[in-house]
């Protein structure tokens, strides 16, 4: 890294006696929600193309837990509609609009069109 990239700014309200930390432009991001319902789907279609063996396989080769691919896969269980929303949701700067945590409930729900009353609670 080089000095200059290095280099900090502080203001300093020298009449408050406090600095003001520098401002920093907000950069919009994919909600995280979002590349982990992808990469899901790209485990799936390692696993159904012959890439990976199974989970175990899979789990291995991206450096996760057994039972982290399990959570990331189980968002597959999610009903298509849902899947397709997850996937338009907006860029975001601040905090995240769903989170994988608020869908785990609805996960576990097998019947879909209970899974999209649940959505319809968490999501609007």
Do not use: N
Request: glycine share 4%; charged share 25%; net charge positive.
């Amino acid at each position: 890294m080089t000095a200059a990239a290095a280099k900090t700014v502080l203001l300093v309200d020298f009449q408050r006696k406090r600095v003001q930390p520098p401002t920093v432009a907000a950069t919009a991001r994919l909600p995280r929600v979002v590349k982990t319902l992808a990469l899901a789907h790209r485990i799936d279609a390692m696993i159904a193309t012959g890439k990976f063996k199974d989970y175990v396989e899979a789990a291995r080769a991206l450096g996760l837990t057994r039972a982290r691919v399990a959570q990331i896969t189980s968002l597959l269980l999610l009903a298509p509609a849902i899947q397709e929303a997850i996937l338009d949701l907006p860029l975001v700067t601040g905090r995240d609009p769903v989170t994988e945590r608020q869908l785990r409930p609805i996960v576990a729900e097998p019947d879909w069109s209970t899974q999209m009353k649940m959505w319809r609670r968490i999501h609007g």
